[in-house]
């Protein structure tokens, strides 16, 4: 099936820094989602990208949609502490009945 | 905040028991789709529904099942609960359309299987 991998498994990091993750797969995707997830809740939808090449900002979030449709990009610029989880990226399987998700990144602000 | 409740919050079950699990979708959506997520691991797909019909499965048993309502409120039923059903059930809603695959999710319920 599908697989999902994302790089790092986690980062540690100083107040202000900027981030850069990504995630790559075995199979074309025509959607990336990403999602953050803060400890005991659910994901929450951070960005989505529906077309390759496509480059999308949320605030001081940054997505891109790699050109290849097998990998997607996520920077934080200017990181904050509450920028401090788990960020997975997502993509439907078959259409809308599922979406896969990725290994997940964990996020570390060293104070 | 999403609009997607789910209850309860926390839940803890004995082996061999049945637990049903009720989730709340967003206002103006359409499909529901329940996930369970283990300790340190992404979500895994159980299976979404759609006008009350069961629309696509992920790799879990029959004794996983689920209901959609007209309301379109949703329900995970687990018969014969398992020491590895303990995990953090979510619940997710989005609108089937171009962009479905917009999957908004609840707080989760957290089940422990003793």
Redesign the interface.
């Known amino acids: 099936g599908q697989q999902l991998n994302q790089s790092p498994q986690s980062m540690f990091i100083q107040e202000g820094e900027d981030v850069s993750m990504n995630c790559t797969s075995s199979s074309i995707f025509n959607t990336w989602l990403w999602y953050k997830q803060d400890p005991g809740e659910g994901p929450v939808l951070l960005i989505a990208l529906y077309k390759a090449g496509e480059l999308t900002s949320n605030g001081r979030l940054t997505a891109q949609f790699g050109i290849t449709r097998k990998d997607s990009f996520l920077n934080i610029s200017a990181s904050i502490p509450s920028d401090v989880g788990i960020y997975f990226c997502a993509g439907p399987h078959f259409g809308n009945e599922k979406l896969t998700f990725g290994t997940g990144t964990r996020l570390t602000i060293i104070p | 905040e999403?609009g997607?409740t789910q209850s309860p919050t926390h839940l803890i079950k004995t082996r061999g028991q049945q637990v049903t699990l009720r989730c709340s979708s967003q206002s103006g959506h359409n499909?529901v789709?329940w996930?369970q997520q283990a300790l340190g691991?992404?979500?895994?797909?159980i299976f979404?529904y759609?006008r009350e019909e069961e629309?696509?499965?992920?790799n879990f048993p029959p004794r996983f099942s689920g209901l959609q309502f007209p309301n379109y409120s949703s329900e995970l039923n687990v018969n014969a609960l398992e020491l590895d059903d303990s995990a953090?059930y979510?619940c997710?809603s989005?609108r089937?359309s171009d962009?479905?695959?917009?999957?908004?999710?609840?707080?989760?319920t957290?089940l422990t299987v003793t």
């Open positions: 999403t997607v499909t789709s996930y691991q992404g979500p895994q797909f979404q759609y629309n696509g499965r992920g953090l979510l997710a989005g089937r962009r479905g695959h917009e999957q908004y999710f609840g707080p989760g957290r």
